[in-house]
């Protein structure tokens, strides 16, 4: 760090307030799931929320533990990501020391607000999962597929995906499939449940990914003239990663999808999932004994020219 820019961060840093300064980052980086209807433990929706829990705030950021963002944003960046530069780290952490003052709260960015309820309110399609109860599986964590019949009379393309998991304890993680080789058709009627249990995928190599959902994403929105294709000879396949300890929740997550304009020009977006537990790894199974380290490889073959 320069000289210059040095003693510019400390003069900034011993005048930081939350209205002018620490709001912006909080707002941007943290409360999409620290709020009332999040995920996380605690709201960061407000001045009085980020000073009683200021310290846990600076050992977070310190720590690098939060924001949670894995992509390397000296390699590549990304729309909406969750990510803080060393400066700005510096500057939470300086105002946390300097007593996190408030400023003049008159003139702080403007909370967000976060819904309980749907961000799509009158979607194209919806569909839920039917009441399934999880069952008790000691030390195993279950996946879940649940197949839908969409009713689509023609291919339309995904304009904005919107899943909302019941409860948020008990959903790992959401992957949307579509299915037209009658697979997962055939594995759901030889499983008397609703579903059938399924791991790494769905069944067959033959589906394709449509959508997903994890921890913090709210409703995804494609950019307009581009969309995800859903095929109107294939059946949705909704895959749920229910973690152990969570025998007898219920689960009925629900799925919004808005499609584009039937008449607007939709160049189609491919959704590739480069890593697979069955069909890339060249030296699987992929399993790991407790206290092993091992080294796995996969081979991916692009479907197209690139």
């Not at 999040?38 to 980020?50: N, Q, V």
């Amino acid at each position: 760090m320069s000289s210059i820019h040095a003693s510019s961060l400390a003069a900034q840093s011993q005048n930081s307030t939350w209205s002018d300064d620490i709001a912006c980052l909080i707002y941007a980086n943290c409360s999409t799931c620290h709020n009332e209807n999040g995920i996380a433990p605690f709201s960061l929706t407000s001045y009085a929320e980020a000073f009683e829990h200021r310290f846990q705030i600076s050992e977070a950021v310190s720590n690098g533990s939060m924001p949670p963002w894995m992509p390397d944003p000296h390699f590549q960046r990304y729309e909406k990501e969750r990510y803080l530069e060393e400066d700005q780290i510096d500057l939470i952490k300086s105002w946390v020391d300097e007593g996190a003052p408030s400023g003049n709260l008159d003139t702080a960015p403007e909370a967000p607000s976060f819904s309980a309820g749907p961000d799509i309110t009158n979607p194209d399609l919806e569909v839920r999962v039917p009441a399934y109860e999880v069952p008790d599986l000691p030390d195993v964590d279950l996946y879940r597929c649940f197949v839908f019949d969409h009713g689509l009379p023609r291919d339309r393309f995904i304009q904005k995906v919107e899943i909302i998991p019941s409860d948020p304890s008990l959903v790992h993680h959401v992957i949307i499939f579509q299915d037209s080789s009658g697979t997962s058709e055939d594995l759901d009627d030889e499983d008397p449940a609703p579903g059938y249990t399924c791991f790494g995928g769905i069944g067959t190599d033959a589906a394709q990914m449509i959508a997903g959902w994890a921890p913090g994403v709210g409703t995804v929105e494609i950019p307009a003239g581009f969309g995800v294709k859903v095929s109107k000879n294939a059946r949705l396949v909704v895959q749920l990663h229910y973690p152990e300890g969570n025998a007898g929740k219920i689960d009925d997550t629900q799925i919004n999808i808005q499609f584009a304009a039937e008449d607007e020009e939709v160049r189609e977006i491919i959704i590739l999932p480069l890593l697979n537990h069955f069909f890339s790894i060249t030296n699987g199974p992929l399993a790991i004994k407790a206290g092993e380290r091992k080294t796995f490889h996969q081979q991916f073959f692009m479907p197209f020219d690139v």
